[in-house]
């Protein structure tokens, strides 16, 4: 549930903001990765107008932190890479859909997947609506590693939801329950071929299976009003509950809340939030021991606006109070400053900002982002000292919109992801041993990322967009980045050429990037290991997809995955699918 943007402040403790009474929670989003084309929860809500916006905004806010994001890889085996949309940039092409109770999704496709989506929703009133959606998506097949040994790889996506809204005169009270279930196997390894007696000795997590069932309960309460003269707020409070195949739980409850109000000439907010972290069975990155940990962290956001017509200004401070009863609790300070100005209003603005936080590393968060990562994980925070961005965003005339803009961030404690082996490349070790979960080391980096955006309606059936980020790493210790891309860049196209029918093609590039393999000696308690670098190739992945609608309520639908046929690893040894097609129907009553 996307939180109101409402650039304000209220100078109020944080003693005062909780005795309120108001709690507020932070809905995630999960980014649910599949191979056919994404449908967000089927909600009563009218959409927007199809047509390019006067000022697209770029994926992350100018001034806040570019992330350091694993994501472009972290993906369901059986897909390839999914279109990653942009907030005020969509395709031409795509139809306003009719309002109705539900739609219902199926389809089949190679490796043994099948596919199925529904969604109902109550019909709207003034006072509330209701709604539910349930999906499934799993695979069976066999994947060929790039050593040409073929292994099972099964893995499957499970989701059911029921989400509402109450509406009252000034505010609306909204709720979600979901339970969401992904299961896979750690089906891959890096070197030489490994006969089947071998591959349980030699690789521990070889084909087990893993899965995560997560359930979450989520509700809201958000003001309603326009005037910045009143007091508008959005509170709530969220609770999720994680469980591991391999033994492991996380329970994490967030309180948060905005609120907002205009103060003399100025807009004032209080971004505040309070959660509460506990994980078990996990081992501890201090001591080295098995068991549960707890934390708690407190930010409270205070900052002002003043904004004109052509101009804004934004300055305040985050601040972050964290408790681990492994280490001493901390407390930080990063500046908030954004600026804006427009001079030539729609064609041209200019953005600039600092700012800086401390990036939560949980257990789930961590599992999201790379899924064969050792399952007894403990990974330390990021602190994001300071970044710097700038850069201009507006549109070249009513058909082309741009954005361009680079940051600049000093980070402290960035994990990275390596492998484990004793002697893997030494065929006469008496003990050859290699590990398929990743491990993390860290290291202080500085990251550049310029990026480039610009979405062209070439006409009215036919749209493209081009996405586009630069990266370079100074790193203190470390000597690469290990398995991140120097570069990566997304090409999407929408051809409409009749109403019933409609084409997408997508292509991912995704530069250079260099794993590490830390061999380790015979005699571990010797701490003699070797390092071995592993390039991996660039990526190049095509996908093309159609959709022909029979009648106003039945539509065909078919899309390939990985058109190019190339063979690449999503991480070091997880080669990913070949040609991948699903095809199916949709039907909406």
Do not use: C
Request: no cysteine; charged share 20%; proline share 4%.
């Amino acid at each position: 549930m996307k939180r109101q943007n409402l650039i304000t402040i209220l100078v109020l403790s944080v003693a005062f903001f909780f005795e309120s009474g108001h709690a507020a929670a932070q809905k995630d989003t999960l980014k649910l990765k599949q191979e056919v084309e994404v449908v967000k929860a089927y909600q009563p809500t009218v959409p927007d107008a199809v047509k390019i916006n006067d000022i697209p905004k770029i994926k992350t806010e100018p001034a806040e932190a570019p992330a350091f994001d694993y994501s472009i890889y972290s993906k369901p085996v059986f897909a390839t890479f999914d279109v990653t949309p942009v907030a005020a940039a969509k395709m031409v092409g795509e139809p306003r859909p009719e309002l109705g109770l539900g739609l219902l999704k199926l389809g089949f496709g190679n490796y043994l997947t099948p596919y199925g989506e529904f969604f109902f929703n109550s019909k709207p009133d003034k006072g509330s609506n209701f709604g539910m959606h349930f999906r499934h998506l799993s695979s069976s097949g066999k994947i060929k590693l790039l050593n040409e040994d073929k292994v099972k790889a099964p893995q499957s996506e499970n989701t059911a939801e029921i989400f509402g809204k109450k509406f009252f005169r000034k505010s609306t009270l909204s709720g979600s329950l979901a339970f969401d279930r992904k299961a896979y196997s750690y089906y891959g390894y890096t070197g030489g071929i490994l006969s089947d007696d071998l591959k349980d000795e030699m690789i521990p997590y070889f084909q087990d299976k893993q899965y995560f069932t997560k359930g979450t309960a989520d509700f809201h309460l958000k003001s309603e009003t326009l005037s910045a003269y009143d007091l508008n707020y959005d509170f709530g409070v969220k609770y999720h509950y994680l469980a591991s195949k391999t033994g492991q739980t996380e329970k994490q409850l967030v309180l948060s809340g905005d609120v907002s109000k205009e103060i003399d000439s100025a807009l004032g907010i209080l971004s505040a939030s309070l959660t509460h972290y506990r994980a078990d069975s996990i081992q501890s990155r201090f001591s080295n021991n098995y068991g549960q940990k707890q934390q708690v962290m407190l930010k409270v956001n205070p900052s002002f606006k003043w904004a004109s017509d052509i101009a804004s200004l934004q300055l305040g401070l985050n601040t972050t109070l964290f408790t681990d009863e492994d280490t001493d609790a901390s407390f930080r300070v990063w500046p908030k400053i954004k600026a804006e100005w427009s001079p030539v209003e729609h064609y041209l603005t200019l953005y600039a900002g600092l700012a800086g936080h401390l990036q939560h590393h949980t257990y789930s968060a961590i599992a999201a982002e790379n899924p064969y990562v050792d399952p007894y994980h403990d990974v330390a925070n990021a602190n994001y000292k300071y970044i710097f961005s700038g850069g201009f965003k507006g549109k070249f005339d009513s058909k082309t919109n741009y954005v361009a803009g680079i940051s600049y961030s000093v980070v402290e404690d960035q994990h990275f992801y390596y492998t484990n082996g004793i002697d893997i490349y030494n065929p006469a070790s008496a003990s050859r041993r290699l590990n398929n979960t990743f491990d993390l080391m860290y290291d202080d980096v500085n990251i550049l990322k310029i990026s480039g955006e610009v979405l062209h309606s070439v006409s009215d059936e036919f749209s493209l967009h081009l996405l586009a980020n630069y990266y370079s790493y100074d790193l203190k210790m470390q000597e690469k980045a290990w398995q991140t891309p120097n570069f990566d860049l997304t090409l999407s196209g929408v051809y409409r050429p009749v109403e019933q029918l409609k084409f997408t093609a997508d292509v991912f590039v995704i530069g250079k990037r260099t794993a590490l393999i830390q061999n380790w000696s015979d005699d571990l308690s010797s701490g003699v290991f070797t390092k071995h670098l592993v390039n991996m190739d660039p990526v190049i992945d095509l996908n093309v997809g159609g959709e022909y609608r029979f009648t106003d309520n039945l539509n065909f639908f078919v899309r390939l995955n990985n058109f190019g046929f190339q063979k690449y690893e999503q991480w070091l040894g997880y080669t990913n699918r070949g040609l991948n097609w699903l095809a199916g129907l949709s039907y909406s009553f």
